[in-house]
């Protein structure tokens, strides 16, 4: 009994154990087609591995070339750069030149266009002052066309008159004993030479002798006349009478003026007349006589 309940026993385990086995067994099948599975999937996914591997390298390998191609790209690009940040450092110091010099010439031409602003404001103001004193000018001219021509028409009266006067003088004077450098000279109060009428004070007349024959050398009186151009004596308060003889025949002078003179071979004389009135505009004569005619005489105008 108790063998047959051993080998039962024995049995069953025997059976536990085959059941167990059995289990395992399977269990064991399970985990190697599983892991067969899963190896084979594994073997795959290495091949793909590799060959992602494999490309991954040659992609690196690219991006290395890549990589050394841009490194020495960016070397030049860097040099490139530099050369542009220098070029643009210079450009832009003589862009600030150019603005500075622009400015200064801007500057300057305005100076210069002020100043001919100014040039042709002074040129306009002196083309008008030259016109108004053209105007004047030709108010002047016509005034001096007038007075030329007054101007001509006394000359010829002068000059008639001096003719006049050298006839008297040819006449009256003796050949060898007659004046020369004959000048007559009309005086302000201060000595000035003057041809103003209203302004005369003195007549101061000079001449020469020369060579006068011993005749008529000694004391003789010379006598002053002054008288106008129609013949006329200027008035005085004691005018001189007096009797002169040329060529055989006695002529009556007044005279303004008596001085006795001591007569020689030559010298200078002069007889100077303070008026007592003033004269008027107008022609008069000068002449110096002596007791036996005329020296010399000269003609003026007083304005």
Do not use: C, H
Not at 2 to 15: C, T, Y
Not at 39 to 45: F, I, K, P, W
Not at 106 to 124: C, F, G, H, T, V
Not at 125 to 151: F, H, K, P, Y
């Amino acid at each position: 009994m108790k063998a047959k309940q051993g080998l039962i026993i024995l049995a069953a385990i025997l059976g536990i154990l085959l059941i167990v086995a059995g289990i395992w067994g399977f269990s064991q099948n399970s985990k190697r087609k599983s892991l067969e599975a899963q190896n084979t999937e594994l073997t795959g996914t290495v091949e793909d591995l590799e060959e992602l591997r494999t490309d991954l390298l040659m992609e690196v390998d690219s991006l290395q070339e890549e990589y050394s191609l841009l490194a020495e790209q960016n070397e030049e690009l860097q040099g490139s750069l530099a050369k542009a940040q220098e070029t643009i450092a210079s450009k832009e110091v003589a862009l600030r030149n150019a603005k500075a010099k622009s400015a200064s010439e801007i500057n300057n031409l305005r100076a210069e266009i002020q100043q001919l602003m100014d040039l042709k404001a002074e040129l306009e103001s002196s083309i008008t002052a030259v016109q108004a004193e053209n105007d004047s000018l030709r108010m002047a001219m016509g005034i001096l066309e007038a007075d030329l021509g007054a101007a001509r028409d006394e000359n010829q009266t002068l000059a008639n008159l001096n003719k006049s006067i050298q006839e008297e003088v040819d006449r009256l004077t003796l050949a060898n004993f007659k004046a020369t450098a004959f000048q007559v000279d009309l005086e302000q109060k201060n000595e000035k030479v003057t041809t103003k009428a209203r302004r005369v004070r003195t007549i101061r007349t000079s001449f020469d002798l020369t060579n006068v024959p011993s005749e008529y050398q000694g004391l003789r009186t010379l006598y002053l006349v002054i008288t106008d151009d129609k013949g006329n004596p200027v008035p005085a308060t004691n005018p001189i009478t007096a009797k002169t003889v040329v060529n055989n025949q006695q002529m009556d002078i007044i005279a303004v003026k008596a001085k006795d003179v001591d007569i020689t071979e030559n010298q200078r004389l002069s007889m100077v007349y303070d008026l007592e009135d003033k004269l008027n505009a107008g022609y008069y004569r000068v002449a110096i006589y002596t007791d036996i005619g005329l020296l010399g005489a000269s003609s003026l105008r007083l304005r």
